[in-house]
């Protein structure tokens, strides 16, 4: 816990969705945050005061905005009341607060929040692109792809630049970019911002996000040069597992850059993008996201991006007008950056010049390589997740992606260094041919350059279980893999897409693993923007074809916005996909029957011992069906969509969903649910949904949690569930009461378990329970990813319940936080800390001769409600002391304190009694 020694100031102020000091990014919904000190036990907040002005001086003597003081707990998610801004407007502000003794606090450090260009009528260039045919360059198809006639023509990425005097002295300046597809820009041959890939993947055809950067330090007086290298990317590559996925929005790359200085005697200049820039092609032959990129060193153009050179064989790009559609609109989300460097474990030599490196990680990201080279030496660069048998890559699983670069030399150097621009895959292994015959590698020649949107870590997990450990830092590499501008279902093969139902089963364990809050709320406008003429939503954001409304997919754009509501506590994100969630949810019920969902989708996806194989081993139907997994999650969306109206005040939505999901749960009942609780499918996931859905009255939950156990136990008390029951299994055991049936199968070593694929040395979460074993060696190469968020839902219930932190649904935002372990599976310890948006929350206990000593923090602000895991109210003690009979509540047969402050607690349990240990 952040402990502040001198002063009670409030601290680590944020802006929108947590972001510090922004420049540029999205103010649709401009709220404030901030956190106060930890200085002692029961501090909060009762009221506040904002001011913000243009500038820091004039904060007390001539504010835009003065709140007055507000008396409110509220501090986080503040909305601004100042005038909206204008776009460049840049506001400074600061924050006091009034403690609960009603003294006043020193104001806070000052902040600020900067707007980017906010309207398309801002943009006063052109969009500038490559004028030449696209290139059919590549013909190499036919061999790699078993599953895929892909096009593989490509444009080589343009290399655009454009020399400007400027000449005045310079006391600001700011580039603002769009592009359609990824760039690099440049400013005298320096690198602008430490960002890579764009302004990320959204539907290019309705909106494209803009950086902006402070170029004020890079910028001066006299010649400067403007510089930029754009690839296809997302925009114009080879994208999605379809035949002909190629050119998806365009055909190819285009820039908008457009740079505003501001000089000491208050004149502005402005350059924009226009048909006046020159560009050529460079050192990168093509580069793609799924196939890899080719750089020939030879062809590079030294100081291309500086003044002075000499670009008159350049040729003038074509341009385009910017237009109304698609909205260009500040970025939402944290860009990708480098966030890790890799460095091999082993390298190991394969045959003459060829050599395989380890990194001992998977993850997703680039290679940089450094190696001894001679002129025109081509070294070809594979990757692989995993490794056949004989030590050789394994590369099936990559499908049509090929994941190849390749860098000719020019032999100019010592050592050659080399990293590709425009490309990324999962991997963690990399492998080099072509190398001399004679050389003698060293780990030294190849680093893991590790790239994913620059997300906050905000929680950790651990406990004595050392593979479970292991699990938790799987579960965490993975999301570091997957989160890349959208939730990736996977990092390598031919897909690399935001399919809904991974990130909304996924989404909980997200929002503890990193604050994902700006993260998810670009990716549920993405989702939003698939919505089609009849109100379904996309099974997968940005969609790339023509399938919509899959139960568990599409249901993401109500469950996925409501848990990061729940985690973060911010009506706008409600506010924002309110009318996307209504859409879907009236679909639904125009597109039932009887209140029933068709009998579509993709079922419990993955489940591994499935009766209804349907002829296909790998990829089976689920035992549940289709048409009830549908209609519980109708239920789930319609009750979710209620609360939300709630929240935002539409009583009259909130009183019609509530009545839809009780008649969708009637109907439910009526259809799949017999007199003796047997559910339709009769399998894990059949009986899980309606008891994790509350479709079932209390006295049938009983028998349906009976039959739960039977199912289980028919199954040998292993898990058989998909993607859509895994997330359950282990929260609907704890909840009713059978936590150590949870443990059991959290701590399975067989296939199908978690652990099976640790104890295979997995540093990443798998797709499939079955995605290798030494007997059957690798699983179909049709889907079978080594790097799959998806059940990492299991993080969920190792935070939520062994750990026991977790946000009181009843005041969103971890205001209130549920402090509930769960003792159990044999574990003698298991910690968590949080960073909750009002501070860290820790949850720590050791169990030792029967007691449990259990550390609890609850941060400034906030308050916690404790549930000790005894039966013995006697035996609580809490810092030392005997806990009053009259403070305690039993609830569900658990010794329950509500309302604690602030504070860290010491607290020693019997756990004598407890229920099933
Ligand atoms: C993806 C899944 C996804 C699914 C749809 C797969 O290929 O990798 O995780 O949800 O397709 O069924």
Redesign the pocket.
């Known amino acids: 816990m952040q402990v502040v020694k001198s002063g009670q100031k409030p601290i680590d102020l944020t802006v929108c969705d947590y972001f510090h000091n922004p420049v540029g990014y999205s103010i649709d919904h401009l709220s404030m945050s901030w956190k106060l000190p930890a200085v002692r036990n029961g501090i909060r907040q009762t009221a506040y005061q904002i001011v913000a002005a243009h500038n820091k001086d004039s904060l007390d003597t001539n504010p835009i905005w003065d709140s007055g003081k507000v008396i409110s707990d509220m501090s986080i998610n503040v909305p601004y009341g100042g005038k909206p801004l204008l776009s460049r407007e840049r506001v400074y502000w600061k924050v006091r607060y009034w403690d609960e003794h009603g003294k006043i606090s020193g104001w806070s450090d000052i902040n600020f929040f900067e707007a980017g260009l906010l309207s398309n009528s801002d943009w006063h260039g052109k969009w500038i692109l490559s004028s030449d045919p696209r290139i059919k360059q590549i013909n190499r198809n036919t061999e790699r792809t078993k599953t895929s006639k892909r096009s593989a023509d490509y444009v080589p990425p343009a290399y655009f630049r454009k020399e400007v005097k400027v000449e005045n002295s310079v006391v600001s300046a700011r580039l603002y970019v769009a592009c359609r597809g990824v760039f690099q820009f440049y400013i005298n041959g320096e690198k602008v911002g430490k960002d890579f890939w764009g302004t990320g993947w959204t539907d290019y055809n309705k909106r494209i996000q803009t950086n902006t950067y402070d170029i004020t330090t890079l910028v001066s007086s006299g010649e400067n040069t403007f510089a930029a290298v754009i690839g296809d990317g997302w925009y114009s590559g080879n994208f999605g597992?379809k035949p002909g996925s190629r050119g998806l929005y365009g055909d190819r790359p285009e820039l908008l850059a457009q740079i505003e200085i501001v000089f000491k005697d208050g004149t502005r200049k402005t350059i924009s993008t226009d048909d006046t820039w020159k560009y050529s092609y460079g050192p990168i032959i093509y580069s793609d996201i799924y196939d890899g990129e080719k750089y020939d060193a030879r062809r590079e153009m030294p100081n291309w991006n500086k003044n002075g050179f000499d670009d008159s064989k350049w040729k003038n790009p074509k341009s385009k007008n910017v237009e109304a559609i698609p909205l260009l609109e500040p970025r939402r989300n944290q860009p990708i950056v480098v966030k890790d460097v890799l460095l091999p474990i082993s390298v190991r030599k394969i045959s003459d010049g060829t050599y395989i490196f380890d990194l001992g990680q998977n993850m997703t990201g680039r290679p940089r390589i450094k190696i001894p080279s001679d002129e025109g030496r081509k070294i070809t660069v594979r990757y692989g997740e995993m490794l056949n048998k004989d030590g050789t890559l394994y590369t099936e699983n990559y499908r049509s992606a090929e994941c190849i670069d390749t860098y000719v030399s020019a032999g100019k150097f010592g050592f050659d260094e080399w990293e590709p621009m425009f490309t990324f895959r999962g991997f963690r292994y990399v492998e080099l041919s072509g190398l001399q015959r004679n050389s003698k590698p060293t780990s030294e020649w190849v680093r893991g350059v590790v790239l994913y949107n620059d997300i906050p870590l905000t929680g950790s997990f651990v406990c004595s279980n050392p593979k479970v450990n292991i699990l938790q830092n799987n579960i965490q590499w993975t999301q570091r893999s997957n989160f890349f501008s959208v939730p990736m279902?996977?990092p390598q093969?031919d897909?690399r897409?935001g399919?809904?139902?991974?990130a909304q089963i996924y989404c909980s364990t997200a929002t503890f693993n990193m604050n994902v809050k700006a993260f998810f709320a670009k990716w549920l406008i993405d989702l939003s923007d698939t919505i089609n003429f009849e109100g379904a939503v996309g099974?997968?954001a940005p969609i790339i074809d023509n399938n919509y409304g899959?139960a568990g997919?599409s249901d993401a754009m109500v469950v996925a916005t409501w848990d990061i509501y729940m985690a973060y506590g911010d009506k706008n994100i409600l506010s924002q996909n309110y009318n996307a969630m209504k859409s879907w949810v009236d679909y639904m019920k125009k597109e039932s029957k009887d209140l029933i969902r068709p009998d579509t989708g993709?079922g419990d996806?993955?489940q591994p011992n499935s009766r209804q194989t349907n002829g296909n081993k790998y990829?089976p139907m689920s035992d549940a069906p289709n048409s009830l997994i549908g209609t519980a999650y109708f239920v789930r969306c319609a009750d979710l969509l209620s609360k939300s109206a709630e929240i935002l005040g539409y009583v009259g939505d909130a009183k019609k969903y509530a009545g839809l999901a009780d008649d969708v749960r009637k109907a439910f009942r009526a259809k799949f649910i017999s007199s003796d609780g047997v559910v339709v499918g009769d399998c894990q996931t059949s009986y899980l949904l309606p008891l994790a859905f509350d479709i079932v009255p209390k006295a049938q939950r009983v028998k349906i949690f009976d039959n739960l156990i039977k199912a289980i136990n028919r199954d040998g008390g292993m898990l058989n569930t998909g993607?859509i029951g895994t997330q359950f299994l282990n929260p609907i055991l704890t909840e009713f009461g059978r936590p150590d049936l949870a443990y059991k199968i959290l701590l399975n070593e067989v296939q199908p378990s978690w652990l099976h694929a640790v104890n295979m040395g997995a540093t990443t979460l798998w797709?499939r329970w079955d995605g290798f074993n030494p007997k059957e060696g690798f699983g179909t190469t049709a889907?079978n990813?080594f790097n799959?968020p998806?059940y990492g839902s299991i993080g969920k219930w190792l935070y939520k319940y062994v750990a026991g932190i977790w946000y009181d649904e009843s005041v969103a935002g971890y205001k209130n936080i549920m402090f509930a372990p769960t003792i159990g599976g044999g574990l003698t310890f298991a910690a968590s800390n949080y960073e909750t948006p009002y501070g860290t929350a820790t949850s720590s206990w050791k169990m030792h001769e029967g007691i449990v000593e259990w550390k609890v923090i609850i941060p400034p602000n906030a308050t916690g409600t404790l549930k000790f895991p005894t039966k013995n109210r006697k035996s609580i003690c809490i810092n030392g002391n005997l806990v009053d009979d009259s403070k305690l509540l039993l609830d569900n047969d658990i010794f329950v304190m509500r309302n604690v402050e602030s504070g860290t607690y010491e607290i020693q349990v019997k756990s004598f009694g407890f229920s099933q240990e």
């Open positions: 597992w279902d996977c093969r897909e897409l399919w809904a139902a991974d099974h997968m899959s997919w993709f996806w993955l990829s993607i797709e889907m990813s799959h998806v």
